[in-house]
């Protein structure tokens, strides 16, 4: 059985491309645009991975990595744009696992 992947990100050409490159690798991918239909997804599915973006217009991803570590400790990557050594630790302090830096290789995931 294929592992399970959400990735939530506003950036339609970046889910579209980490779709296709984890597809290849057979996972199983289910892409969310907003932190309101991830949570959404998160009702109905198990996931083996989550990729969040940190900053999107519906909010800050550390306050939806809080939300799922209350419950479950599946593991987060957390996909930022901001290079400050503060805004990555606070992310792995409240709750990812690891993060990547925008712009990154999908091949970093794997």
Do not use: C, Q, W
Request: hydrophobic content about 40%.
């Amino acid at each position: 059985m294929p592992k399970s992947i959400l990735i939530i990100d506003d950036d339609k050409r970046l889910r579209e491309l980490l779709e296709h490159y984890l597809v290849e690798k057979n996972f199983k991918v289910f892409l969310s645009d907003d932190f309101s239909s991830a949570k959404e997804i998160f009702n109905y599915f198990t996931f083996d991975l989550i990729i969040i973006d940190r900053m999107m217009p519906s909010g800050d991803g550390i306050e939806l990595i809080e939300i799922i570590k209350k419950n479950n400790n599946i593991p987060i990557i957390m996909l930022t744009a901001m290079g400050e050594i503060e805004s990555r630790i606070k992310g792995l302090k409240y709750g990812a696992d690891d993060y990547l830096s925008k712009p990154f290789e999908p091949e970093e995931l794997y």
